[in-house]
């Protein structure tokens, strides 16, 4: 019964910044919510893994992302951010963040992110 909601999304031009956050209905630092994520899928493509963050803080970043992408938290909103800079029109994708709550994986609708050219 985890519910996570994506906003931020939008268009912004190619090496802009933008800031999305995931809103969950549990801590989200909670004992049994062992981790959140950041995903993207574009249109015809496998979902990708982005970042990860583990309710001890500890983080992890797909190559494509890192030094440009910032996974972070603030508990007492029960939200998850990614902070992404300098992005790439091949970037337009749906954004999607994702917990891990009692081993089960839960998923937000997703936010439309359109880097234009």
């Known amino acids: 019964q985890v519910q996570l909601v994506e906003s931020g999304g939008g268009t912004v031009q190619a090496g802009g910044s933008l800031r999305l956050s995931c809103t969950a209905s549990?801590?989200?630092?909670?004992?049994?919510?062992?981790?959140m994520a950041w995903y993207r899928q574009a249109p015809g493509k496998q979902r990708e893994l982005l970042a990860t963050?583990?309710?001890?803080?500890?983080?992890t970043y797909t190559d494509v992302v890192k030094g440009r992408f910032t996974i972070s938290r603030d508990d007492s909103k029960n939200t998850l951010y990614l902070d992404m800079k300098a992005l790439r029109p091949e970037e337009t994708a749906v954004y999607y963040c994702?917990?891990?709550?009692?081993?089960?994986?839960?998923w937000g609708k997703g936010t439309q992110v359109t880097v234009s050219l």
């Open positions: 994702s917990a891990s709550h009692w081993s089960t994986d839960y």
């Open positions: 549990i801590p989200i630092n909670d004992v049994n919510t062992n981790f």
């Open positions: 963050m583990t309710n001890g803080g500890h983080t």
